[in-house]
C-alpha cells in the first residue's frame, strides 16, 4: 500500500518535458481586441474583402456572445483585452529548402521530437509546421501537388484557391455556432488547408504541428479539410507548447467536409503544456472540431489522445447527413495535478442508415477533473441510424474525478442506440496479479493504463501511436514507469 | 433573465395572502416567509442547459404561465371511491393538495398519519424538527409549494415499529370544469428501525387542465426499510411538478417504484440523500408516453458517505408525439469510497413523432467506487414477433406481449400485496393505447 502511495505521488511529479522557449524574434501587433485589430490581422495576411468582412461579422457577433459556463470546468475569468491575437516569427515569410530555415527553430522541432527530415525520408510524412502562427515549411507539396491534392496553408489557400475556401469556410462551423468559433473566426492567424480531389487516395499521412510559442500570444488555429467524392485522406495533428506562468488560450476551429463515398481519418494527439503540480500556468484549448458527411457513404472518423491543456473544451463532432454515412469518435483523455477536462462527441445522425461508434477512455488521477460530455442525436428521417457508446472511466488515486455526461436523443423510431459507461480504479487483484507474476507496481499500473487504452491507440496510424504511447507514460509518469 | 413571470406569482400570492385569516400555524408560516424571500430571487426554469442542466429537455415556464385559479382551501374531500385502488390500506385523501378535514389518525402502535396542517398544530415540535430540512434551497419548487401550501400528507412511524399495513394516498386533482393549480407539501418521518409501505395514486376529478406542483420530504432512519409505489394516472389536461427529498440513515433501505400512465406533463424530481454508510437504494420507474404525453423522470443519486448502494432502473415506451426523458445523475462524494451504483435506462419508441431522450449521468469523486450506467433506445424486436406470429399470434398481441414483458420486470418489483397485478393491468391498458 506504502508503496502505491509513493507511485501516486511520483505520478504527481512527473514535470513537463517540452518546457523551453525559442528566442527567434517575433512579430506580434498590440494586444486588445477590436473592429481595427480584426482588420489588421486581414491586413497583414493580405486578405481580400470578403475575408475582411467575414471576420468583422463574426467579430461583431461574438460581442454578442458570452463564455459557455455548461462545462463541467471551473475557468478562471479570461480577460480577452488581454491577449496578442497575431504573432508571426519575423524571419522570411517562405523557404525554399531547410538550409532557410532559422536554425533556432529548427532545434526546437527537434526538441519536440518532431524530425522533419526523418519523417521526408523514412516515414513519408508531409509536415506542414505551424509555429505561432505562420506556416514556417510545408514540404512534399509537390509529391501532393502531382495527385492534385491542394496541402498548404490556409492563407496561401486564400490567396491561391479563394473560391475552395470561400465555398466551404464556415459551412461547417458557422461562426455563429459557439463563443469560440466566432473568435477564432474572428482574429484565426493560420492553419491548415487539404482538398483531396475526386478519387485520389491521398498516398501518406498528411500532419501538421501546432506550438504555441511567444509568451501571452494566444493560438487560433483554422484547419478546412476538404475530401472531395470517392476520396481518402489520414490527417494528424500534434500539438505541444513550451512551459509558460500564465494562461495562454487556444481556440482552434477545425472544419471536414466528407463528400459522397470519401473518407477523412483525423488524429491528434495534444499535449499542451498543461500547467505545474500546483495548477499554475497551462493552455486553455477550447477547441471546435467538427466534420460533416455531406454524400452518400462518407466516413469521418476522430481520435484523439489527449493528454495536455490545464483546462480542455473539445467535442469532435460528426453531421452524418448523406444516407449511409459514418461517425466514428476514439478517445483517450489523461488529466493528472489540476488538469479538467471536459471533452467528448456530438454525433448528429440525418441521413438514412447512418451509423457512429463512439469509444471514449477517461483516466483521472492527481486532482484532476475529467469529464465525457457526448450527445447522440437521431432525428426524426434518419431510419435505421445505429449507435453504440462506450464511455470508461479510471480512477487513479482518491483526489480526482471522473464524470460521465451523455445525452441520447432518439426522434426516429427504427433507430438502435446503446450506451455503457462504466467508472473503476485499477483493481487490487489486477495488480497483485501482476505483482505474483514478478512485475512491479509500476509496470503493472503501466501495463494495464497501456490495456485500458489499447482499443483507442490501435486506432491511430502508426507514428502517432507510438508517440501516444510514450505520451501516456510521460503523463502518468512514476506510476507507468 | 426577465420575471414578469415571477412577479405575476409574487403579486398573485400577496393579494392571497392578503385575504387569508390569521387561523394559520406558526410553523408553516415561518416556512412560507422564508419562501417568499427564496422565491423573490428564484426563478421559474426555461428549458435549457441553466440550472445545472436538470430542464434540458422540459419547459416548465410555459406551464406556470397559464390562468387558471388557484385552489384554495377546498371543499372537503369526498374522494370518489369507485376509482380507488383495491388495495387493503390506511387511506389518505387529498383533494387539490388539501385534506377535507384536516384531521390526523393515530394507531397504537404510535403511528400517525394525515393532514400536514393538523400535524403541525398537534404535534408542532415533531414536525418542526423535520419539515422544510432536506429541500435544496435554489429549488424554485418547493419554495413555490411551501409558499401556497394549504395542506399536504404527513406520516409518522416511530422507533421499532413496523407497520403492517401499506398507507394509501389518494391523491385528487380538480374540480369540476374550472382550470387550477394547486401546490403541497409532505412529510414522512420513518424512526430507527421502522417499517412501512406507501401507494401513492395520482388521479383527476374530471377534465379540466389543472397543474400539481408538491414537494416532499421523507426521512428514512437507521435500519429503517421503506417502500413507496406512485402511480400516475391524471387526465390529459393534467400537469405535475412534483419533487422529492429523501434523506437515508446508516443501513436504511429505501425502494421506490414510479408508474407514470396519463397526465399531459409529468416532471419529477427526485433527490436522494445517501447519509449515512450501508444505506440502499432502489429506485425504479415506468414510462408509458402516447399521444402527446411528456413524461419527464430526473433523478439524482448522491452518495455522500461511504459504502452505499443504490439502483435505477427505469423503462420508457413513447408513441404518438409523446416524448419519455430520463435524467439521472449518480453523485459520489469524495471519500465515499467502496460505493456501488447501478443506473440504467431502456426506451422503446414505435413511431415517428415520438421522442425518448436520456441522460444518465455519473459524476464521480471517489476511486474505489463501482459505478456504470447503461442507455439502450431501440424498437420491438421483430424477430421476436416474428416467433410469436408464427405460432398463431396476431401482431398486435405480439407487440402487447413484448411491451408487456419489457414494462413488467420493472413493475413485477414491488412486494405490496396486490399492487403488481394493479400496476401491470393498468399498463396492459395504457399500452393498448400506444
Known amino acids: ?119 521526408m525520408l523514412l516515414a513519408g510524412v508531409a509536415v ?125 476551429v477545425v472544419e471536414i467536409v466528407v463528400l459522397k463515398d470519401a473518407e477523412v481519418k483525423y488524429s491528434t494527439v495534444q499535449n499542451w503544456y498543461p500547467g505545474d503540480k500546483d495548477g499554475r500556468g497551462g493552455v486553455y484549448n477550447f477547441v471546435t472540431k467538427r466534420g460533416m458527411c455531406r454524400g452518400e457513404n ?36 489523461v488529466t493528472n495535478n489540476h488538469q479538467q477536462a471536459d471533452t467528448g462527441t456530438r454525433m448528429i445522425h440525418l441521413g438514412r442508415g447512418t451509423r457512429s461508434r463512439i469509444v471514449s477512455k477517461g483516466i483521472s488521477a492527481g486532482q484532476s477533473q475529467n469529464s465525457y460530455r457526448g450527445l447522440v442525436r437521431v432525428s426524426r428521417k434518419a431510419e435505421g441510424a445505429r449507435n453504440y457508446s462506450q464511455c470508461d472511466s479510471l480512477l487513479i488515486g482518491d483526489r480526482c474525478g471522473a464524470h460521465t455526461f451523455p445525452y441520447i436523443e432518439v426522434d426516429n423510431p427504427s433507430a438502435v442506440v446503446e450506451h455503457e459507461a462504466t467508472t473503476s480504479k485499477i483493481g487490487e487483484d489486477q495488480l497483485f496479479y501482476c505483482n505474483q507474476r514478478g512485475l512491479s507496481t509500476e509496470d503493472a499500473v503501466g501495463l494495464i493504463v497501456n490495456g485500458y487504452a489499447k482499443e483507442v491507440l490501435n486506432k491511430l496510424p502508426m507514428e502517432f501511436a507510438v508517440e501516444a504511447q510514450k505520451l501516456l507514460s510521460i503523463s502518468l509518469e512514476g506510476s507507468v514507469g | 433573465m426577465e420575471r414578469s413571470l415571477e412577479n405575476r406569482w409574487i403579486e398573485r400570492y400577496r393579494a392571497w395572502a392578503a385575504t387569508r385569516g390569521a387561523a394559520s400555524v406558526p410553523l408553516l408560516e415561518a416556512v412560507r416567509r422564508k419562501a417568499l424571500e427564496a422565491f423573490e430571487r428564484l426563478e421559474i426554469p426555461a428549458k435549457g442547459s441553466g440550472h ?12 406556470f404561465a397559464g390562468e387558471y385559479r388557484l385552489a384554495t382551501e377546498a371543499a372537503p374531500a369526498s374522494a370518489t371511491d369507485s376509482d380507488s385502488l383495491p388495495i387493503q390500506g390506511h387511506r389518505i385523501r387529498l383533494l387539490n393538495g388539501g385534506c377535507g378535514e384536516k384531521t390526523l389518525t393515530r394507531l397504537s402502535n404510535g403511528v400517525i398519519f394525515g393532514s400536514l396542517a393538523a400535524a403541525a398544530r398537534q404535534e408542532p415540535s415533531l414536525v418542526e424538527r423535520y419539515y422544510d430540512t432536506l429541500t435544496d434551497p435554489q429549488d424554485v419548487f418547493s419554495a413555490m409549494s411551501a409558499l401556497w401550501m394549504q395542506d399536504g400528507v404527513f ?110 406533463l409529468l416532471r419529477h424530481d427526485l433527490t436522494v440523500m445517501l447519509d449515512g454508510c450501508g444505506a440502499e437504494n432502489r429506485t425504479d420507474g415506468v414510462m408509458l408516453a402516447g399521444e402527446a404525453e411528456k413524461f419527464d423522470y430526473t433523478t439524482d443519486i448522491r452518495h455522500h458517505v461511504s459504502d452505499c448502494t443504490s439502483s435505477e432502473q427505469f423503462k420508457s415506451i413513447a408513441s404518438g408525439e409523446g416524448t ?21 435506462n431502456n426506451g422503446l419508441i414505435l413511431n415517428t413523432g415520438a421522442h425518448v431522450y436520456t441522460k444518465p449521468q455519473l459524476e464521480i469523486y471517489a476511486d474505489d467506487v463501482k459505478c456504470s450506467h447503461g442507455a439502450t433506445v431501440g424498437q420491438l424486436d421483430p424477430e421476436a414477433i416474428y416467433y410469436m406470429r408464427q405460432r398463431g399470434i396476431s401482431l398486435q398481441e405480439a407487440r402487447r406481449l413484448q411491451m408487456y414483458g419489457f414494462v413488467r420486470e420493472v413493475l413485477g418489483k414491488t412486494r405490496i400485496e396486490g399492487l403488481a397485478e394493479v400496476l401491470e393491468a393498468m399498463a396492459v391498458d395504457k399500452i393498448d393505447r400506444l
Open chain 1, 128 to 252: 506542414d509546421a505551424v509555429m505561432d502562427s505562420v506556416s514556417v515549411k510545408t514540404t512534399f507539396k509537390e509529391t501532393l501537388a502531382e495527385k492534385g491534392i491542394v496541402f498548404c496553408s490556409i492563407s496561401e489557400a486564400l490567396r491561391d484557391y479563394p473560391d475552395l475556401v470561400r465555398q466551404y469556410l464556415g459551412s461547417v462551423v458557422p461562426y455563429t455556432d459557439n463563443f469560440f468559433a466566432a473568435l477564432n473566426a474572428a482574429v484565426f492567424s493560420d492553419g491548415s488547408f487539404c482538398y483531396i480531389p475526386k478519387g485520389v487516395r491521398c498516398p501518406m499521412e498528411l500532419s501538421t504541428y501546432f506550438r504555441i510559442n511567444a509568451a501571452g500570444t494566444g493560438q487560433f488555429e483554422r484547419t478546412l479539410i476538404v475530401a472531395d467524392e470517392g476520396s481518402y485522406v489520414s490527417y494528424m495533428e500534434g500539438c505541444t507548447a513550451p512551459m509558460r506562468d500564465e494562461n495562454q488560450l487556444h481556440a482552434a
Open chain 2, 52 to 63: 445545472g442542466d436538470r430542464y434540458h429537455y422540459t419547459d416548465l415556464r410555459t406551464a
Open chain 2, 324 to 344: 419519455a426523458v430520463f435524467s439521472g445523475r449518480i453523485y459520489v462524494a469524495p471519500d465515499a469510497q467502496r460505493t456501488n451504483a447501478y443506473q440504467q
Open chain 1, 298 to 333: 462518407a466516413r469521418l472518423s476522430w481520435t484523439q489522445v489527449e493528454t495536455g491543456s490545464a483546462i480542455t473544451w473539445k467535442y469532435p463532432s460528426c453531421i452524418l447527413a448523406g444516407d449511409n454515412s459514418v461517425g466514428e469518435f476514439y478517445s483517450v483523455a
Open chain 1, 1 to 119: 500500500m506504502e508503496q502505491q502511495d509513493k507511485i501516486w505521488d511520483d505520478l504527481t511529479g512527473s514535470d513537463y518535458k517540452y518546457g523551453f522557449v525559442t528566442d527567434i524574434d517575433t512579430e506580434t501587433i498590440p494586444k486588445g481586441l477590436n473592429e481595427d485589430i480584426v482588420r489588421l490581422i486581414s491586413q497583414k495576411k493580405g486578405e481580400p474583402d470578403w475575408m475582411t468582412e467575414f471576420r468583422l461579422k463574426a467579430y461583431r457577433h461574438w460581442r454578442t456572445l458570452s463564455m459557455p459556463r455548461w462545462a463541467h470546468l471551473d475557468i478562471p475569468e479570461i480577460d480577452f483585452q488581454d491577449i496578442i491575437y497575431y504573432a508571426a516569427p519575423r524571419t522570411k515569410p517562405k523557404y525554399e529548402s531547410l538550409d532557410e530555415v532559422d536554425p533556432e527553430l529548427l532545434a526546437t522541432f527537434e526538441k519536440l521530437g518532431v524530425p522533419i527530415e526523418e519523417r
Open chain 2, 155 to 264: 406520516v409518522y412511524v416511530p422507533t421499532g415499529v413496523e407497520e403492517p399495513l401499506p398507507f394509501v394516498i389518494e391523491d385528487e386533482v380538480g374540480d369540476g370544469g374550472e382550470a387550477l393549480y394547486c401546490f403541497a407539501r409532505h412529510l414522512f418521518v420513518f424512526e430507527r428501525g421502522s417499517a412501512a409501505r406507501l401507494v401513492w395514486d395520482h388521479r383527476s376529478r374530471g377534465e379540466a387542465s389543472t397543474l400539481k406542483c408538491g414537494t416532499r420530504e421523507v426521512s428514512v432512519g437507521e435500519d429503517a426499510r421503506i417502500e413507496m409505489v406512485e402511480l400516475y394516472r391524471l387526465s390529459a389536461q393534467a400537469v405535475s411538478v412534483s419533487g422529492g427529498y429523501v434523506r437515508q440513515a446508516r443501513n436504511s433501505r429505501f425502494e421506490s417504484l414510479s408508474a407514470s400512465f396519463n397526465g399531459a
